[in-house]
């Protein structure tokens, strides 16, 4: 008998309006996207310094004023194309948009200009503190040194989006059969007012730390207990829980 699959149950309170990180708001929805997506950096446990994430290091300017992300070589995204800096560029742009009315983009405004971008007063991205140098190497620029911008870059919102697969999907690119993410796991399925379930992606950089097949986010708990169980409403899925 093959052994049993090992699925992490996680109960929300809250059906996902969105799994799209420029329109999320909800702590639940943060919480799946953090299985799908990675940041340049990832959140510390208990409010401790933020970790690697896509970025494996960061340097920062010694007028506190400039942090250059220094991407993973090789990492991919989980149809396989190669992550860049310019797909978390692109990324931000989107989400800083006036047309998008991004929720969240206030998270972004300690960085130079994003404000100004956000509003529609400045309509260049150039002006706006977020570079691709390289392929591997991502420069944000503030308008004044935040000690806790590591914190601020491991939040929900500065995680990345494949714009191609949005400019190509619309709104339904969030969808099972369109979404690609650069996450520890991979949208397997969502039913409304169900579950969305998600399984282990191969491609992550850190797969083979992962020791759980998939996680399952239930709208609500059917009471069975035959798989391990997280009741974590406003929890952010730790790294540590993906690697149990």
């Known amino acids: 008998m093959p052994p049993a699959e090992r699925i992490l149950r996680v109960s929300q309170r809250n059906e996902p309006a969105s799994l799209d990180p420029a329109t999320t708001t909800l702590p639940d929805e943060f919480g799946i996207l953090r299985a799908l997506l990675e940041g340049l950096l990832v959140p510390g446990p208990d409010g401790s310094a933020p970790g690697p994430g896509a970025a494996e290091r960061f340097q920062v300017s010694g007028d506190g004023l400039t942090y250059t992300f220094h991407l993973r070589p090789g990492a991919r995204w989980s149809d396989g194309k190669a992550i860049t800096a310019a797909d978390f560029a692109a990324a931000y742009r989107r989400l800083l948009s006036p047309e998008t009315a991004s929720p969240k983009a206030e998270v972004f405004f300690g960085v130079r200009n994003a404000r100004a971008f956000a509003s529609g007063a400045e309509r260049d991205f150039s002006a706006v503190g977020i570079r691709a140098d390289d392929d591997l190497t991502l420069v944000v620029t503030l308008t004044a040194p935040n000690p806790r911008f590591p914190h601020v870059v491991a939040s929900g919102p500065w995680?990345?989006?494949?714009?191609?697969?949005?400019?190509?999907?619309?709104?339904?690119?969030?969808?099972?059969?369109?979404?690609?993410?650069?996450?520890?796991?991979?949208?397997?399925?969502?039913?409304?007012?169900?579950?969305?379930?998600?399984?282990?992606?191969?491609r992550w950089h850190g797969a083979g730390r992962v020791s759980?097949?998939?996680?399952?986010?239930?709208?609500?708990?059917?009471?069975?207990?035959?798989?391990?169980?997280?009741?974590s409403s406003h929890a952010n899925i730790s790294y540590a829980v993906f690697c149990l």
């Open 159 to 202: 995680l990345p989006v494949r714009t191609d697969l949005v400019a190509r999907h619309g709104r339904r690119w969030t969808e099972p059969d369109h979404f690609i993410g650069n996450g520890p796991f991979t949208l397997g399925e969502w039913k409304p007012d169900q579950h969305v379930s998600v399984r282990r992606n191969p």
């Open 212 to 231: 759980l097949d998939g996680i399952r986010f239930i709208r609500f708990d059917s009471g069975d207990r035959k798989s391990t169980r997280l009741n």
